[in-house]
């Protein structure tokens, strides 16, 4: 102990004097440089061309100044607001169901019942965190072919008709759906996992001994604990709904006409379809601000649950 | 007490299997596709077995459609992106973890900032400025996008690693008069092989997986990786599936095979962040 708060005086002494040394700048120097160059200085010009036209199909791509233009026209986009409205829709529910799903699976490789095979099951969950949104959303659209795919046959075995999964908007919205909870549930199931694994088994047992009962332990003891994992995963679910693309691009490609196009597939569109880049800028900037706000109130939420 | 056991071990064990075969049945469905002959594919009700399987599609598709040269893109831009990005980001994490300085917390939150932004919005700007610097269609961009867009996260969970390795060891170093440069590479680094095995790992997948700055950037067979390619296919409506399936199941191989090998170390770098904030 003596010697620990030693070496402690010792370090932060030294720690004090390294303050105008360079050499922890040195160190992060070149990620820096990479990011300001490849990241920062793209936001910049991203910002700049957002109070511009910008078309890149014009010559000299029509540059003019039209100052607040491209943002106010946001507004007026109906098929913007609309994909806004999807997407957020899309977001709450993906990440309300994969949490939900993801809690009762991790409760299941959880039980003591399970023993051995857990470390096999849990590797199979590895699987789907590894695949990329284009080879998953290739997958289920395969599975969900209207015409020979294997959930039609499925559906037809309980005398539901053929459904044309792609032509409607429900159905369309629904394929995104279900193969986002395909992709990310595994992924919320492994970190609640790990999160009940921390849960000391003295604790729960101790309430057993009380008389309580499965459901009350798992609100009152396993729920209170996990909430810094819950939050996590949430923060990083939600960040990657807003963000969705892969999906709606190799399953929908947004239609029927526009209507399971996310916002980033919408603005994606609009850059690289339509060549309207200042627009699209203006676009994809607003949003960034309401990723950052939302995550925002994430953390100040998670700091505020930290502090009890 | 016995047959409630019983009763528990059998619930668990329906509950799990319908888990297992919603994540495993799609992979399946799709690797099976891929040995079906056209009278297979296109039939109702669906074959199951594809039997006699045939190795034609993958034929077909390597002989008529970009793969190869979307396969060897593919490799490039991970090979060489991934170390470069791992490197970076150990020494940034280095010092974020273990060096005391001014405006640390300002560059940590900085670069956890980054990890938020939504890719389109670079995205837009990359596309301008790269046709300009030339560097649009060329495996170098998508290489510098990808060193660049997986460091956050790298530097995140490494210096998540780096702060849990004990300060006594390093003290004790720092006693012995080490420079900061000799704790990084001789007491760091050694120390924590496992997290840059992790990290390099996901360094891996995300260049392999990548879509959106792949779609965005290339255009040509020069530049093109697979993931484009795979979802080039997917809308040619109906005609190819079996060509589809042998494209996204030389797609998969790779992952599925390194999946094997890495598991605990994927682990260990999913759930390191999540659990200690």
Same mark, same amino acid.
């Given at each position: 102990?003596?010697?620990?708060?030693?070496?402690?005086?010792?370090?932060?002494?030294?720690?004090?004097?390294?303050?105008?040394?360079?050499?922890?700048?040195?160190?992060?120097? =070149?990620?820096?440089?990479?990011?300001?160059?490849?990241?920062?200085?793209?936001?910049?010009?991203?910002?700049?061309?957002?109070?511009?036209?910008?078309?890149?199909?014009?010559?000299?791509?029509?540059?003019?100044?039209?100052?607040?233009?491209?943002?106010?026209?946001?507004?007026?986009?109906?098929?913007?607001?609309?994909?806004?409205? /999807?997407?957020?829709?899309?977001?709450?529910?993906?990440?309300?169901?994969?949490?939900?799903?993801?809690?009762?699976?991790?409760?299941?490789?959880?039980?003591?019942?399970?023993?051995? =095979?857990?470390?096999?099951?849990?590797?199979?969950?590895?699987?789907?965190?590894?695949?990329?949104?284009?080879?998953?959303?290739?997958? /289920?659209?395969?599975?969900?072919?209207?015409?020979?795919?294997?959930?039609?046959?499925?559906?037809?075995?309980?005398?539901?008709?053929?459904?044309?999964?792609? @032509?409607?908007?429900?159905?369309?919205?629904?394929?995104?759906?279900?193969?986002?909870?395909?992709?990310?549930?595994?992924?919320?199931?492994?970190?609640?996992?790990?999160?009940?694994?921390?849960?000391?088994?003295?604790?729960?047992?101790?309430?057993?001994?009380?008389? @309580?009962?499965? /459901?009350?332990?798992?609100?009152?003891?396993?729920?209170?604990?996990?909430?810094?994992?819950?939050?996590?995963?949430?923060?990083?679910?939600?960040?990657?709904?807003?963000?969705?693309?892969?999906?709606?691009?190799?399953?929908?490609?947004?239609? =029927?006409?526009?209507?399971?196009?996310?916002?980033?597939?919408?603005?994606?569109?609009? @850059?690289?379809?339509?060549?309207?880049?200042?627009?699209?800028?203006?676009?994809?900037?607003?949003?960034?601000?309401?990723?950052?706000?939302?995550?925002?109130?994430?953390?100040?939420?998670?700091?505020?649950?930290?502090?009890? | 007490?016995?047959?409630?056991?019983?009763?528990?071990?059998?619930?668990?064990?329906?509950?799990?299997?319908?888990?297992?075969?919603?994540?495993? *049945?799609?992979?399946?469905?799709?690797? &099976?596709?891929? *040995?079906?002959?056209?009278?297979?594919?296109?039939?109702?009700?669906?074959? $199951?077995?594809?039997?006699?399987?045939?190795?034609?599609? $993958?034929?077909?598709?390597?002989?008529?459609?970009?793969?190869?040269?979307?396969?060897?893109? &593919?490799?490039?831009?991970?090979?060489?992106?991934?170390?470069?990005?791992?490197?970076?980001?150990?020494?940034?994490?280095?010092?974020?973890? #273990?060096?005391?300085? #001014?405006?640390?917390?300002?560059?940590?939150?900085?670069?956890?900032?980054? #990890?938020?932004?939504?890719?389109?919005?670079?995205?837009?700007?990359?596309?301008?400025?790269?046709?300009?610097?030339?560097?649009?269609?060329?495996?170098?961009?998508?290489?510098?996008?990808?060193?660049?867009?997986?460091?956050?996260?790298?530097?995140?969970?490494?210096?998540?690693?780096?702060?849990?390795?004990? #300060?006594?060891?390093?003290?004790?170093?720092?006693?012995?008069?080490?420079?900061?440069?000799?704790?990084? &590479?001789?007491?760091?680094?050694?120390?924590?092989?496992?997290?840059?095995?992790?990290?390099?790992?996901?360094?891996?997948?995300?260049?392999?997986?990548?879509?959106? *700055?792949?779609?965005?950037?290339? *255009?040509?067979?020069?530049?093109?990786?697979?993931?484009?390619?795979?979802?080039?296919?997917?809308?040619?409506?109906?005609?190819?599936?079996?060509?589809?399936?042998?494209?996204?199941?030389?797609?998969?191989?790779?992952?599925?095979?390194?999946?094997?090998?890495?598991?605990?170390?994927?682990?260990?770098?999913?759930?390191?962040?999540?659990?200690?904030?």
């Amino acid at each position: 102990m003596q010697l620990d708060n030693t070496l402690k005086k010792i370090s932060s002494d030294k720690a004090i004097k390294k303050k105008k040394d360079v050499t922890p700048y040195l160190f992060l120097f =070149p990620s820096l440089l990479v990011l300001v160059s490849v990241v920062v200085t793209p936001i910049l010009f991203s910002f700049g061309i957002s109070f511009f036209q910008f078309n890149l199909n014009m010559p000299g791509f029509g540059l003019k100044f039209v100052g607040l233009e491209n943002y106010l026209y946001i507004f007026q986009d109906q098929q913007m607001i609309s994909s806004i409205l /999807w997407t957020f829709e899309f977001t709450i529910l993906a990440v309300s169901i994969e949490l939900v799903l993801g809690m009762i699976f991790a409760q299941m490789l959880n039980s003591k019942l399970l023993g051995k =095979p857990r470390d096999f099951i849990r590797g199979v969950f590895l699987v789907p965190i590894m695949f990329s949104g284009v080879v998953t959303g290739w997958m /289920w659209r395969l599975m969900f072919d209207s015409a020979y795919g294997p959930v039609n046959h499925f559906l037809s075995l309980w005398g539901i008709e053929k459904i044309p999964w792609g @032509a409607n908007l429900l159905t369309a919205r629904s394929m995104i759906l279900i193969t986002d909870i395909w992709l990310a549930t595994p992924f919320v199931m492994l970190i609640l996992l790990a999160g009940l694994q921390n849960i000391p088994n003295e604790m729960l047992e101790a309430a057993s001994i009380d008389g @309580a009962s499965n /459901w009350q332990k798992f609100i009152r003891i396993v729920l209170p604990l996990l909430k810094f994992p819950i939050m996590v995963v949430v923060v990083i679910r939600t960040m990657d709904g807003l963000r969705i693309f892969d999906l709606v691009r190799v399953l929908t490609r947004g239609g =029927p006409g526009i209507s399971s196009s996310t916002i980033m597939y919408y603005i994606y569109q609009f @850059a690289f379809s339509y060549f309207q880049i200042g627009r699209a800028a203006a676009m994809s900037f607003s949003f960034m601000i309401i990723i950052f706000l939302i995550t925002y109130l994430y953390i100040r939420l998670l700091r505020r649950e930290a502090a009890y | 007490m016995a047959t409630k056991r019983v009763l528990g071990k059998i619930l668990l064990w329906i509950g799990l299997t319908i888990f297992l075969i919603w994540i495993v *049945f799609p992979i399946y469905w799709a690797i &099976s596709v891929s *040995f079906k002959s056209g009278s297979q594919i296109y039939t109702w009700p669906p074959t $199951y077995f594809p039997f006699p399987p045939t190795f034609q599609n $993958y034929k077909e598709a390597i002989e008529t459609r970009d793969i190869l040269p979307a396969f060897r893109n &593919s490799l490039i831009v991970m090979a060489i992106s991934t170390p470069i990005s791992v490197l970076l980001a150990s020494l940034a994490a280095f010092s974020l973890a #273990r060096l005391q300085f #001014r405006g640390k917390e300002l560059i940590r939150y900085g670069i956890l900032s980054i #990890r938020m932004i939504p890719g389109i919005i670079i995205a837009i700007p990359v596309f301008i400025i790269f046709r300009w610097v030339d560097l649009h269609d060329k495996l170098l961009g998508l290489i510098i996008v990808y060193t660049a867009f997986n460091m956050p996260f790298n530097i995140w969970m490494l210096s998540g690693f780096f702060e849990e390795i004990p #300060r006594e060891i390093e003290e004790a170093g720092l006693i012995d008069g080490c420079t900061p440069w000799q704790l990084y &590479s001789s007491i760091i680094l050694p120390l924590a092989t496992p997290a840059l095995v992790a990290s390099f790992i996901f360094c891996m997948l995300l260049a392999w997986n990548e879509f959106q *700055f792949a779609l965005i950037l290339t *255009f040509t067979n020069s530049s093109k990786t697979l993931p484009v390619v795979i979802a080039g296919m997917t809308y040619e409506r109906g005609t190819f599936f079996g060509q589809m399936g042998a494209t996204g199941a030389l797609a998969m191989l790779p992952v599925l095979a390194l999946g094997i090998f890495v598991q605990k170390y994927l682990l260990q770098g999913l759930t390191a962040g999540a659990l200690k904030g």
